[in-house]
């Protein structure tokens, strides 16, 4: 794994509370950000960082997400050694992203499993297992 490891999303939120340095990258798409809501790092002083990993609709891959990412980290105050905590709907492309940005220089990028809507359950709905809003973290609708 050349990314730093897969964390829950409750493990996340523990670093995100604890650690001042950790950051929250948000890899959705617009679109997602805006009809299905983002997470609320409000009460810990913090703000979500955000930046496709793929463009909606077409769902190509952001050419520029690396610089983009860099460039926020660095605006937030990260350093190469931050843990840099990666999400998005399910933790699939969240691994992709944790992978572009450890290449980047990035020590310390970890994968948020289940993401923000967790897996699909058994009737294929999005919710019911795991991610940030079913383990009640902190969230809003954008």
Known sequence: MPY????SCHDCW???ERDSASQLVDVRTLAEWNFVGIPDLGSIGKELIK?????FPSMGL??????????QLEAAGASHKA???????SGVRSM?????????GYEMAFNVTGGFEGDPDENRQ????????H????????
């Open 51 to 55: 930046v496709e990993w793929q463009s």
């Open 126 to 133: 999005r919710g019911n297992r795991n991610g940030w809003k």
């Open 83 to 89: 843990d840099i905590f990666i999400l998005c709907r």
């Open 62 to 71: 952001n050419p520029g997400f690396v610089n983009e990412v860099a460039h």
């Open 4 to 7: 730093a490891g897969d964390v």
């Open 14 to 16: 523990s670093s995100l």
């Open 96 to 104: 992709a992203a944790a992978n572009a940005i450890t290449k980047a």
């Open 135 to 142: 383990d009640e973290l902190p969230w809003r609708q954008n």
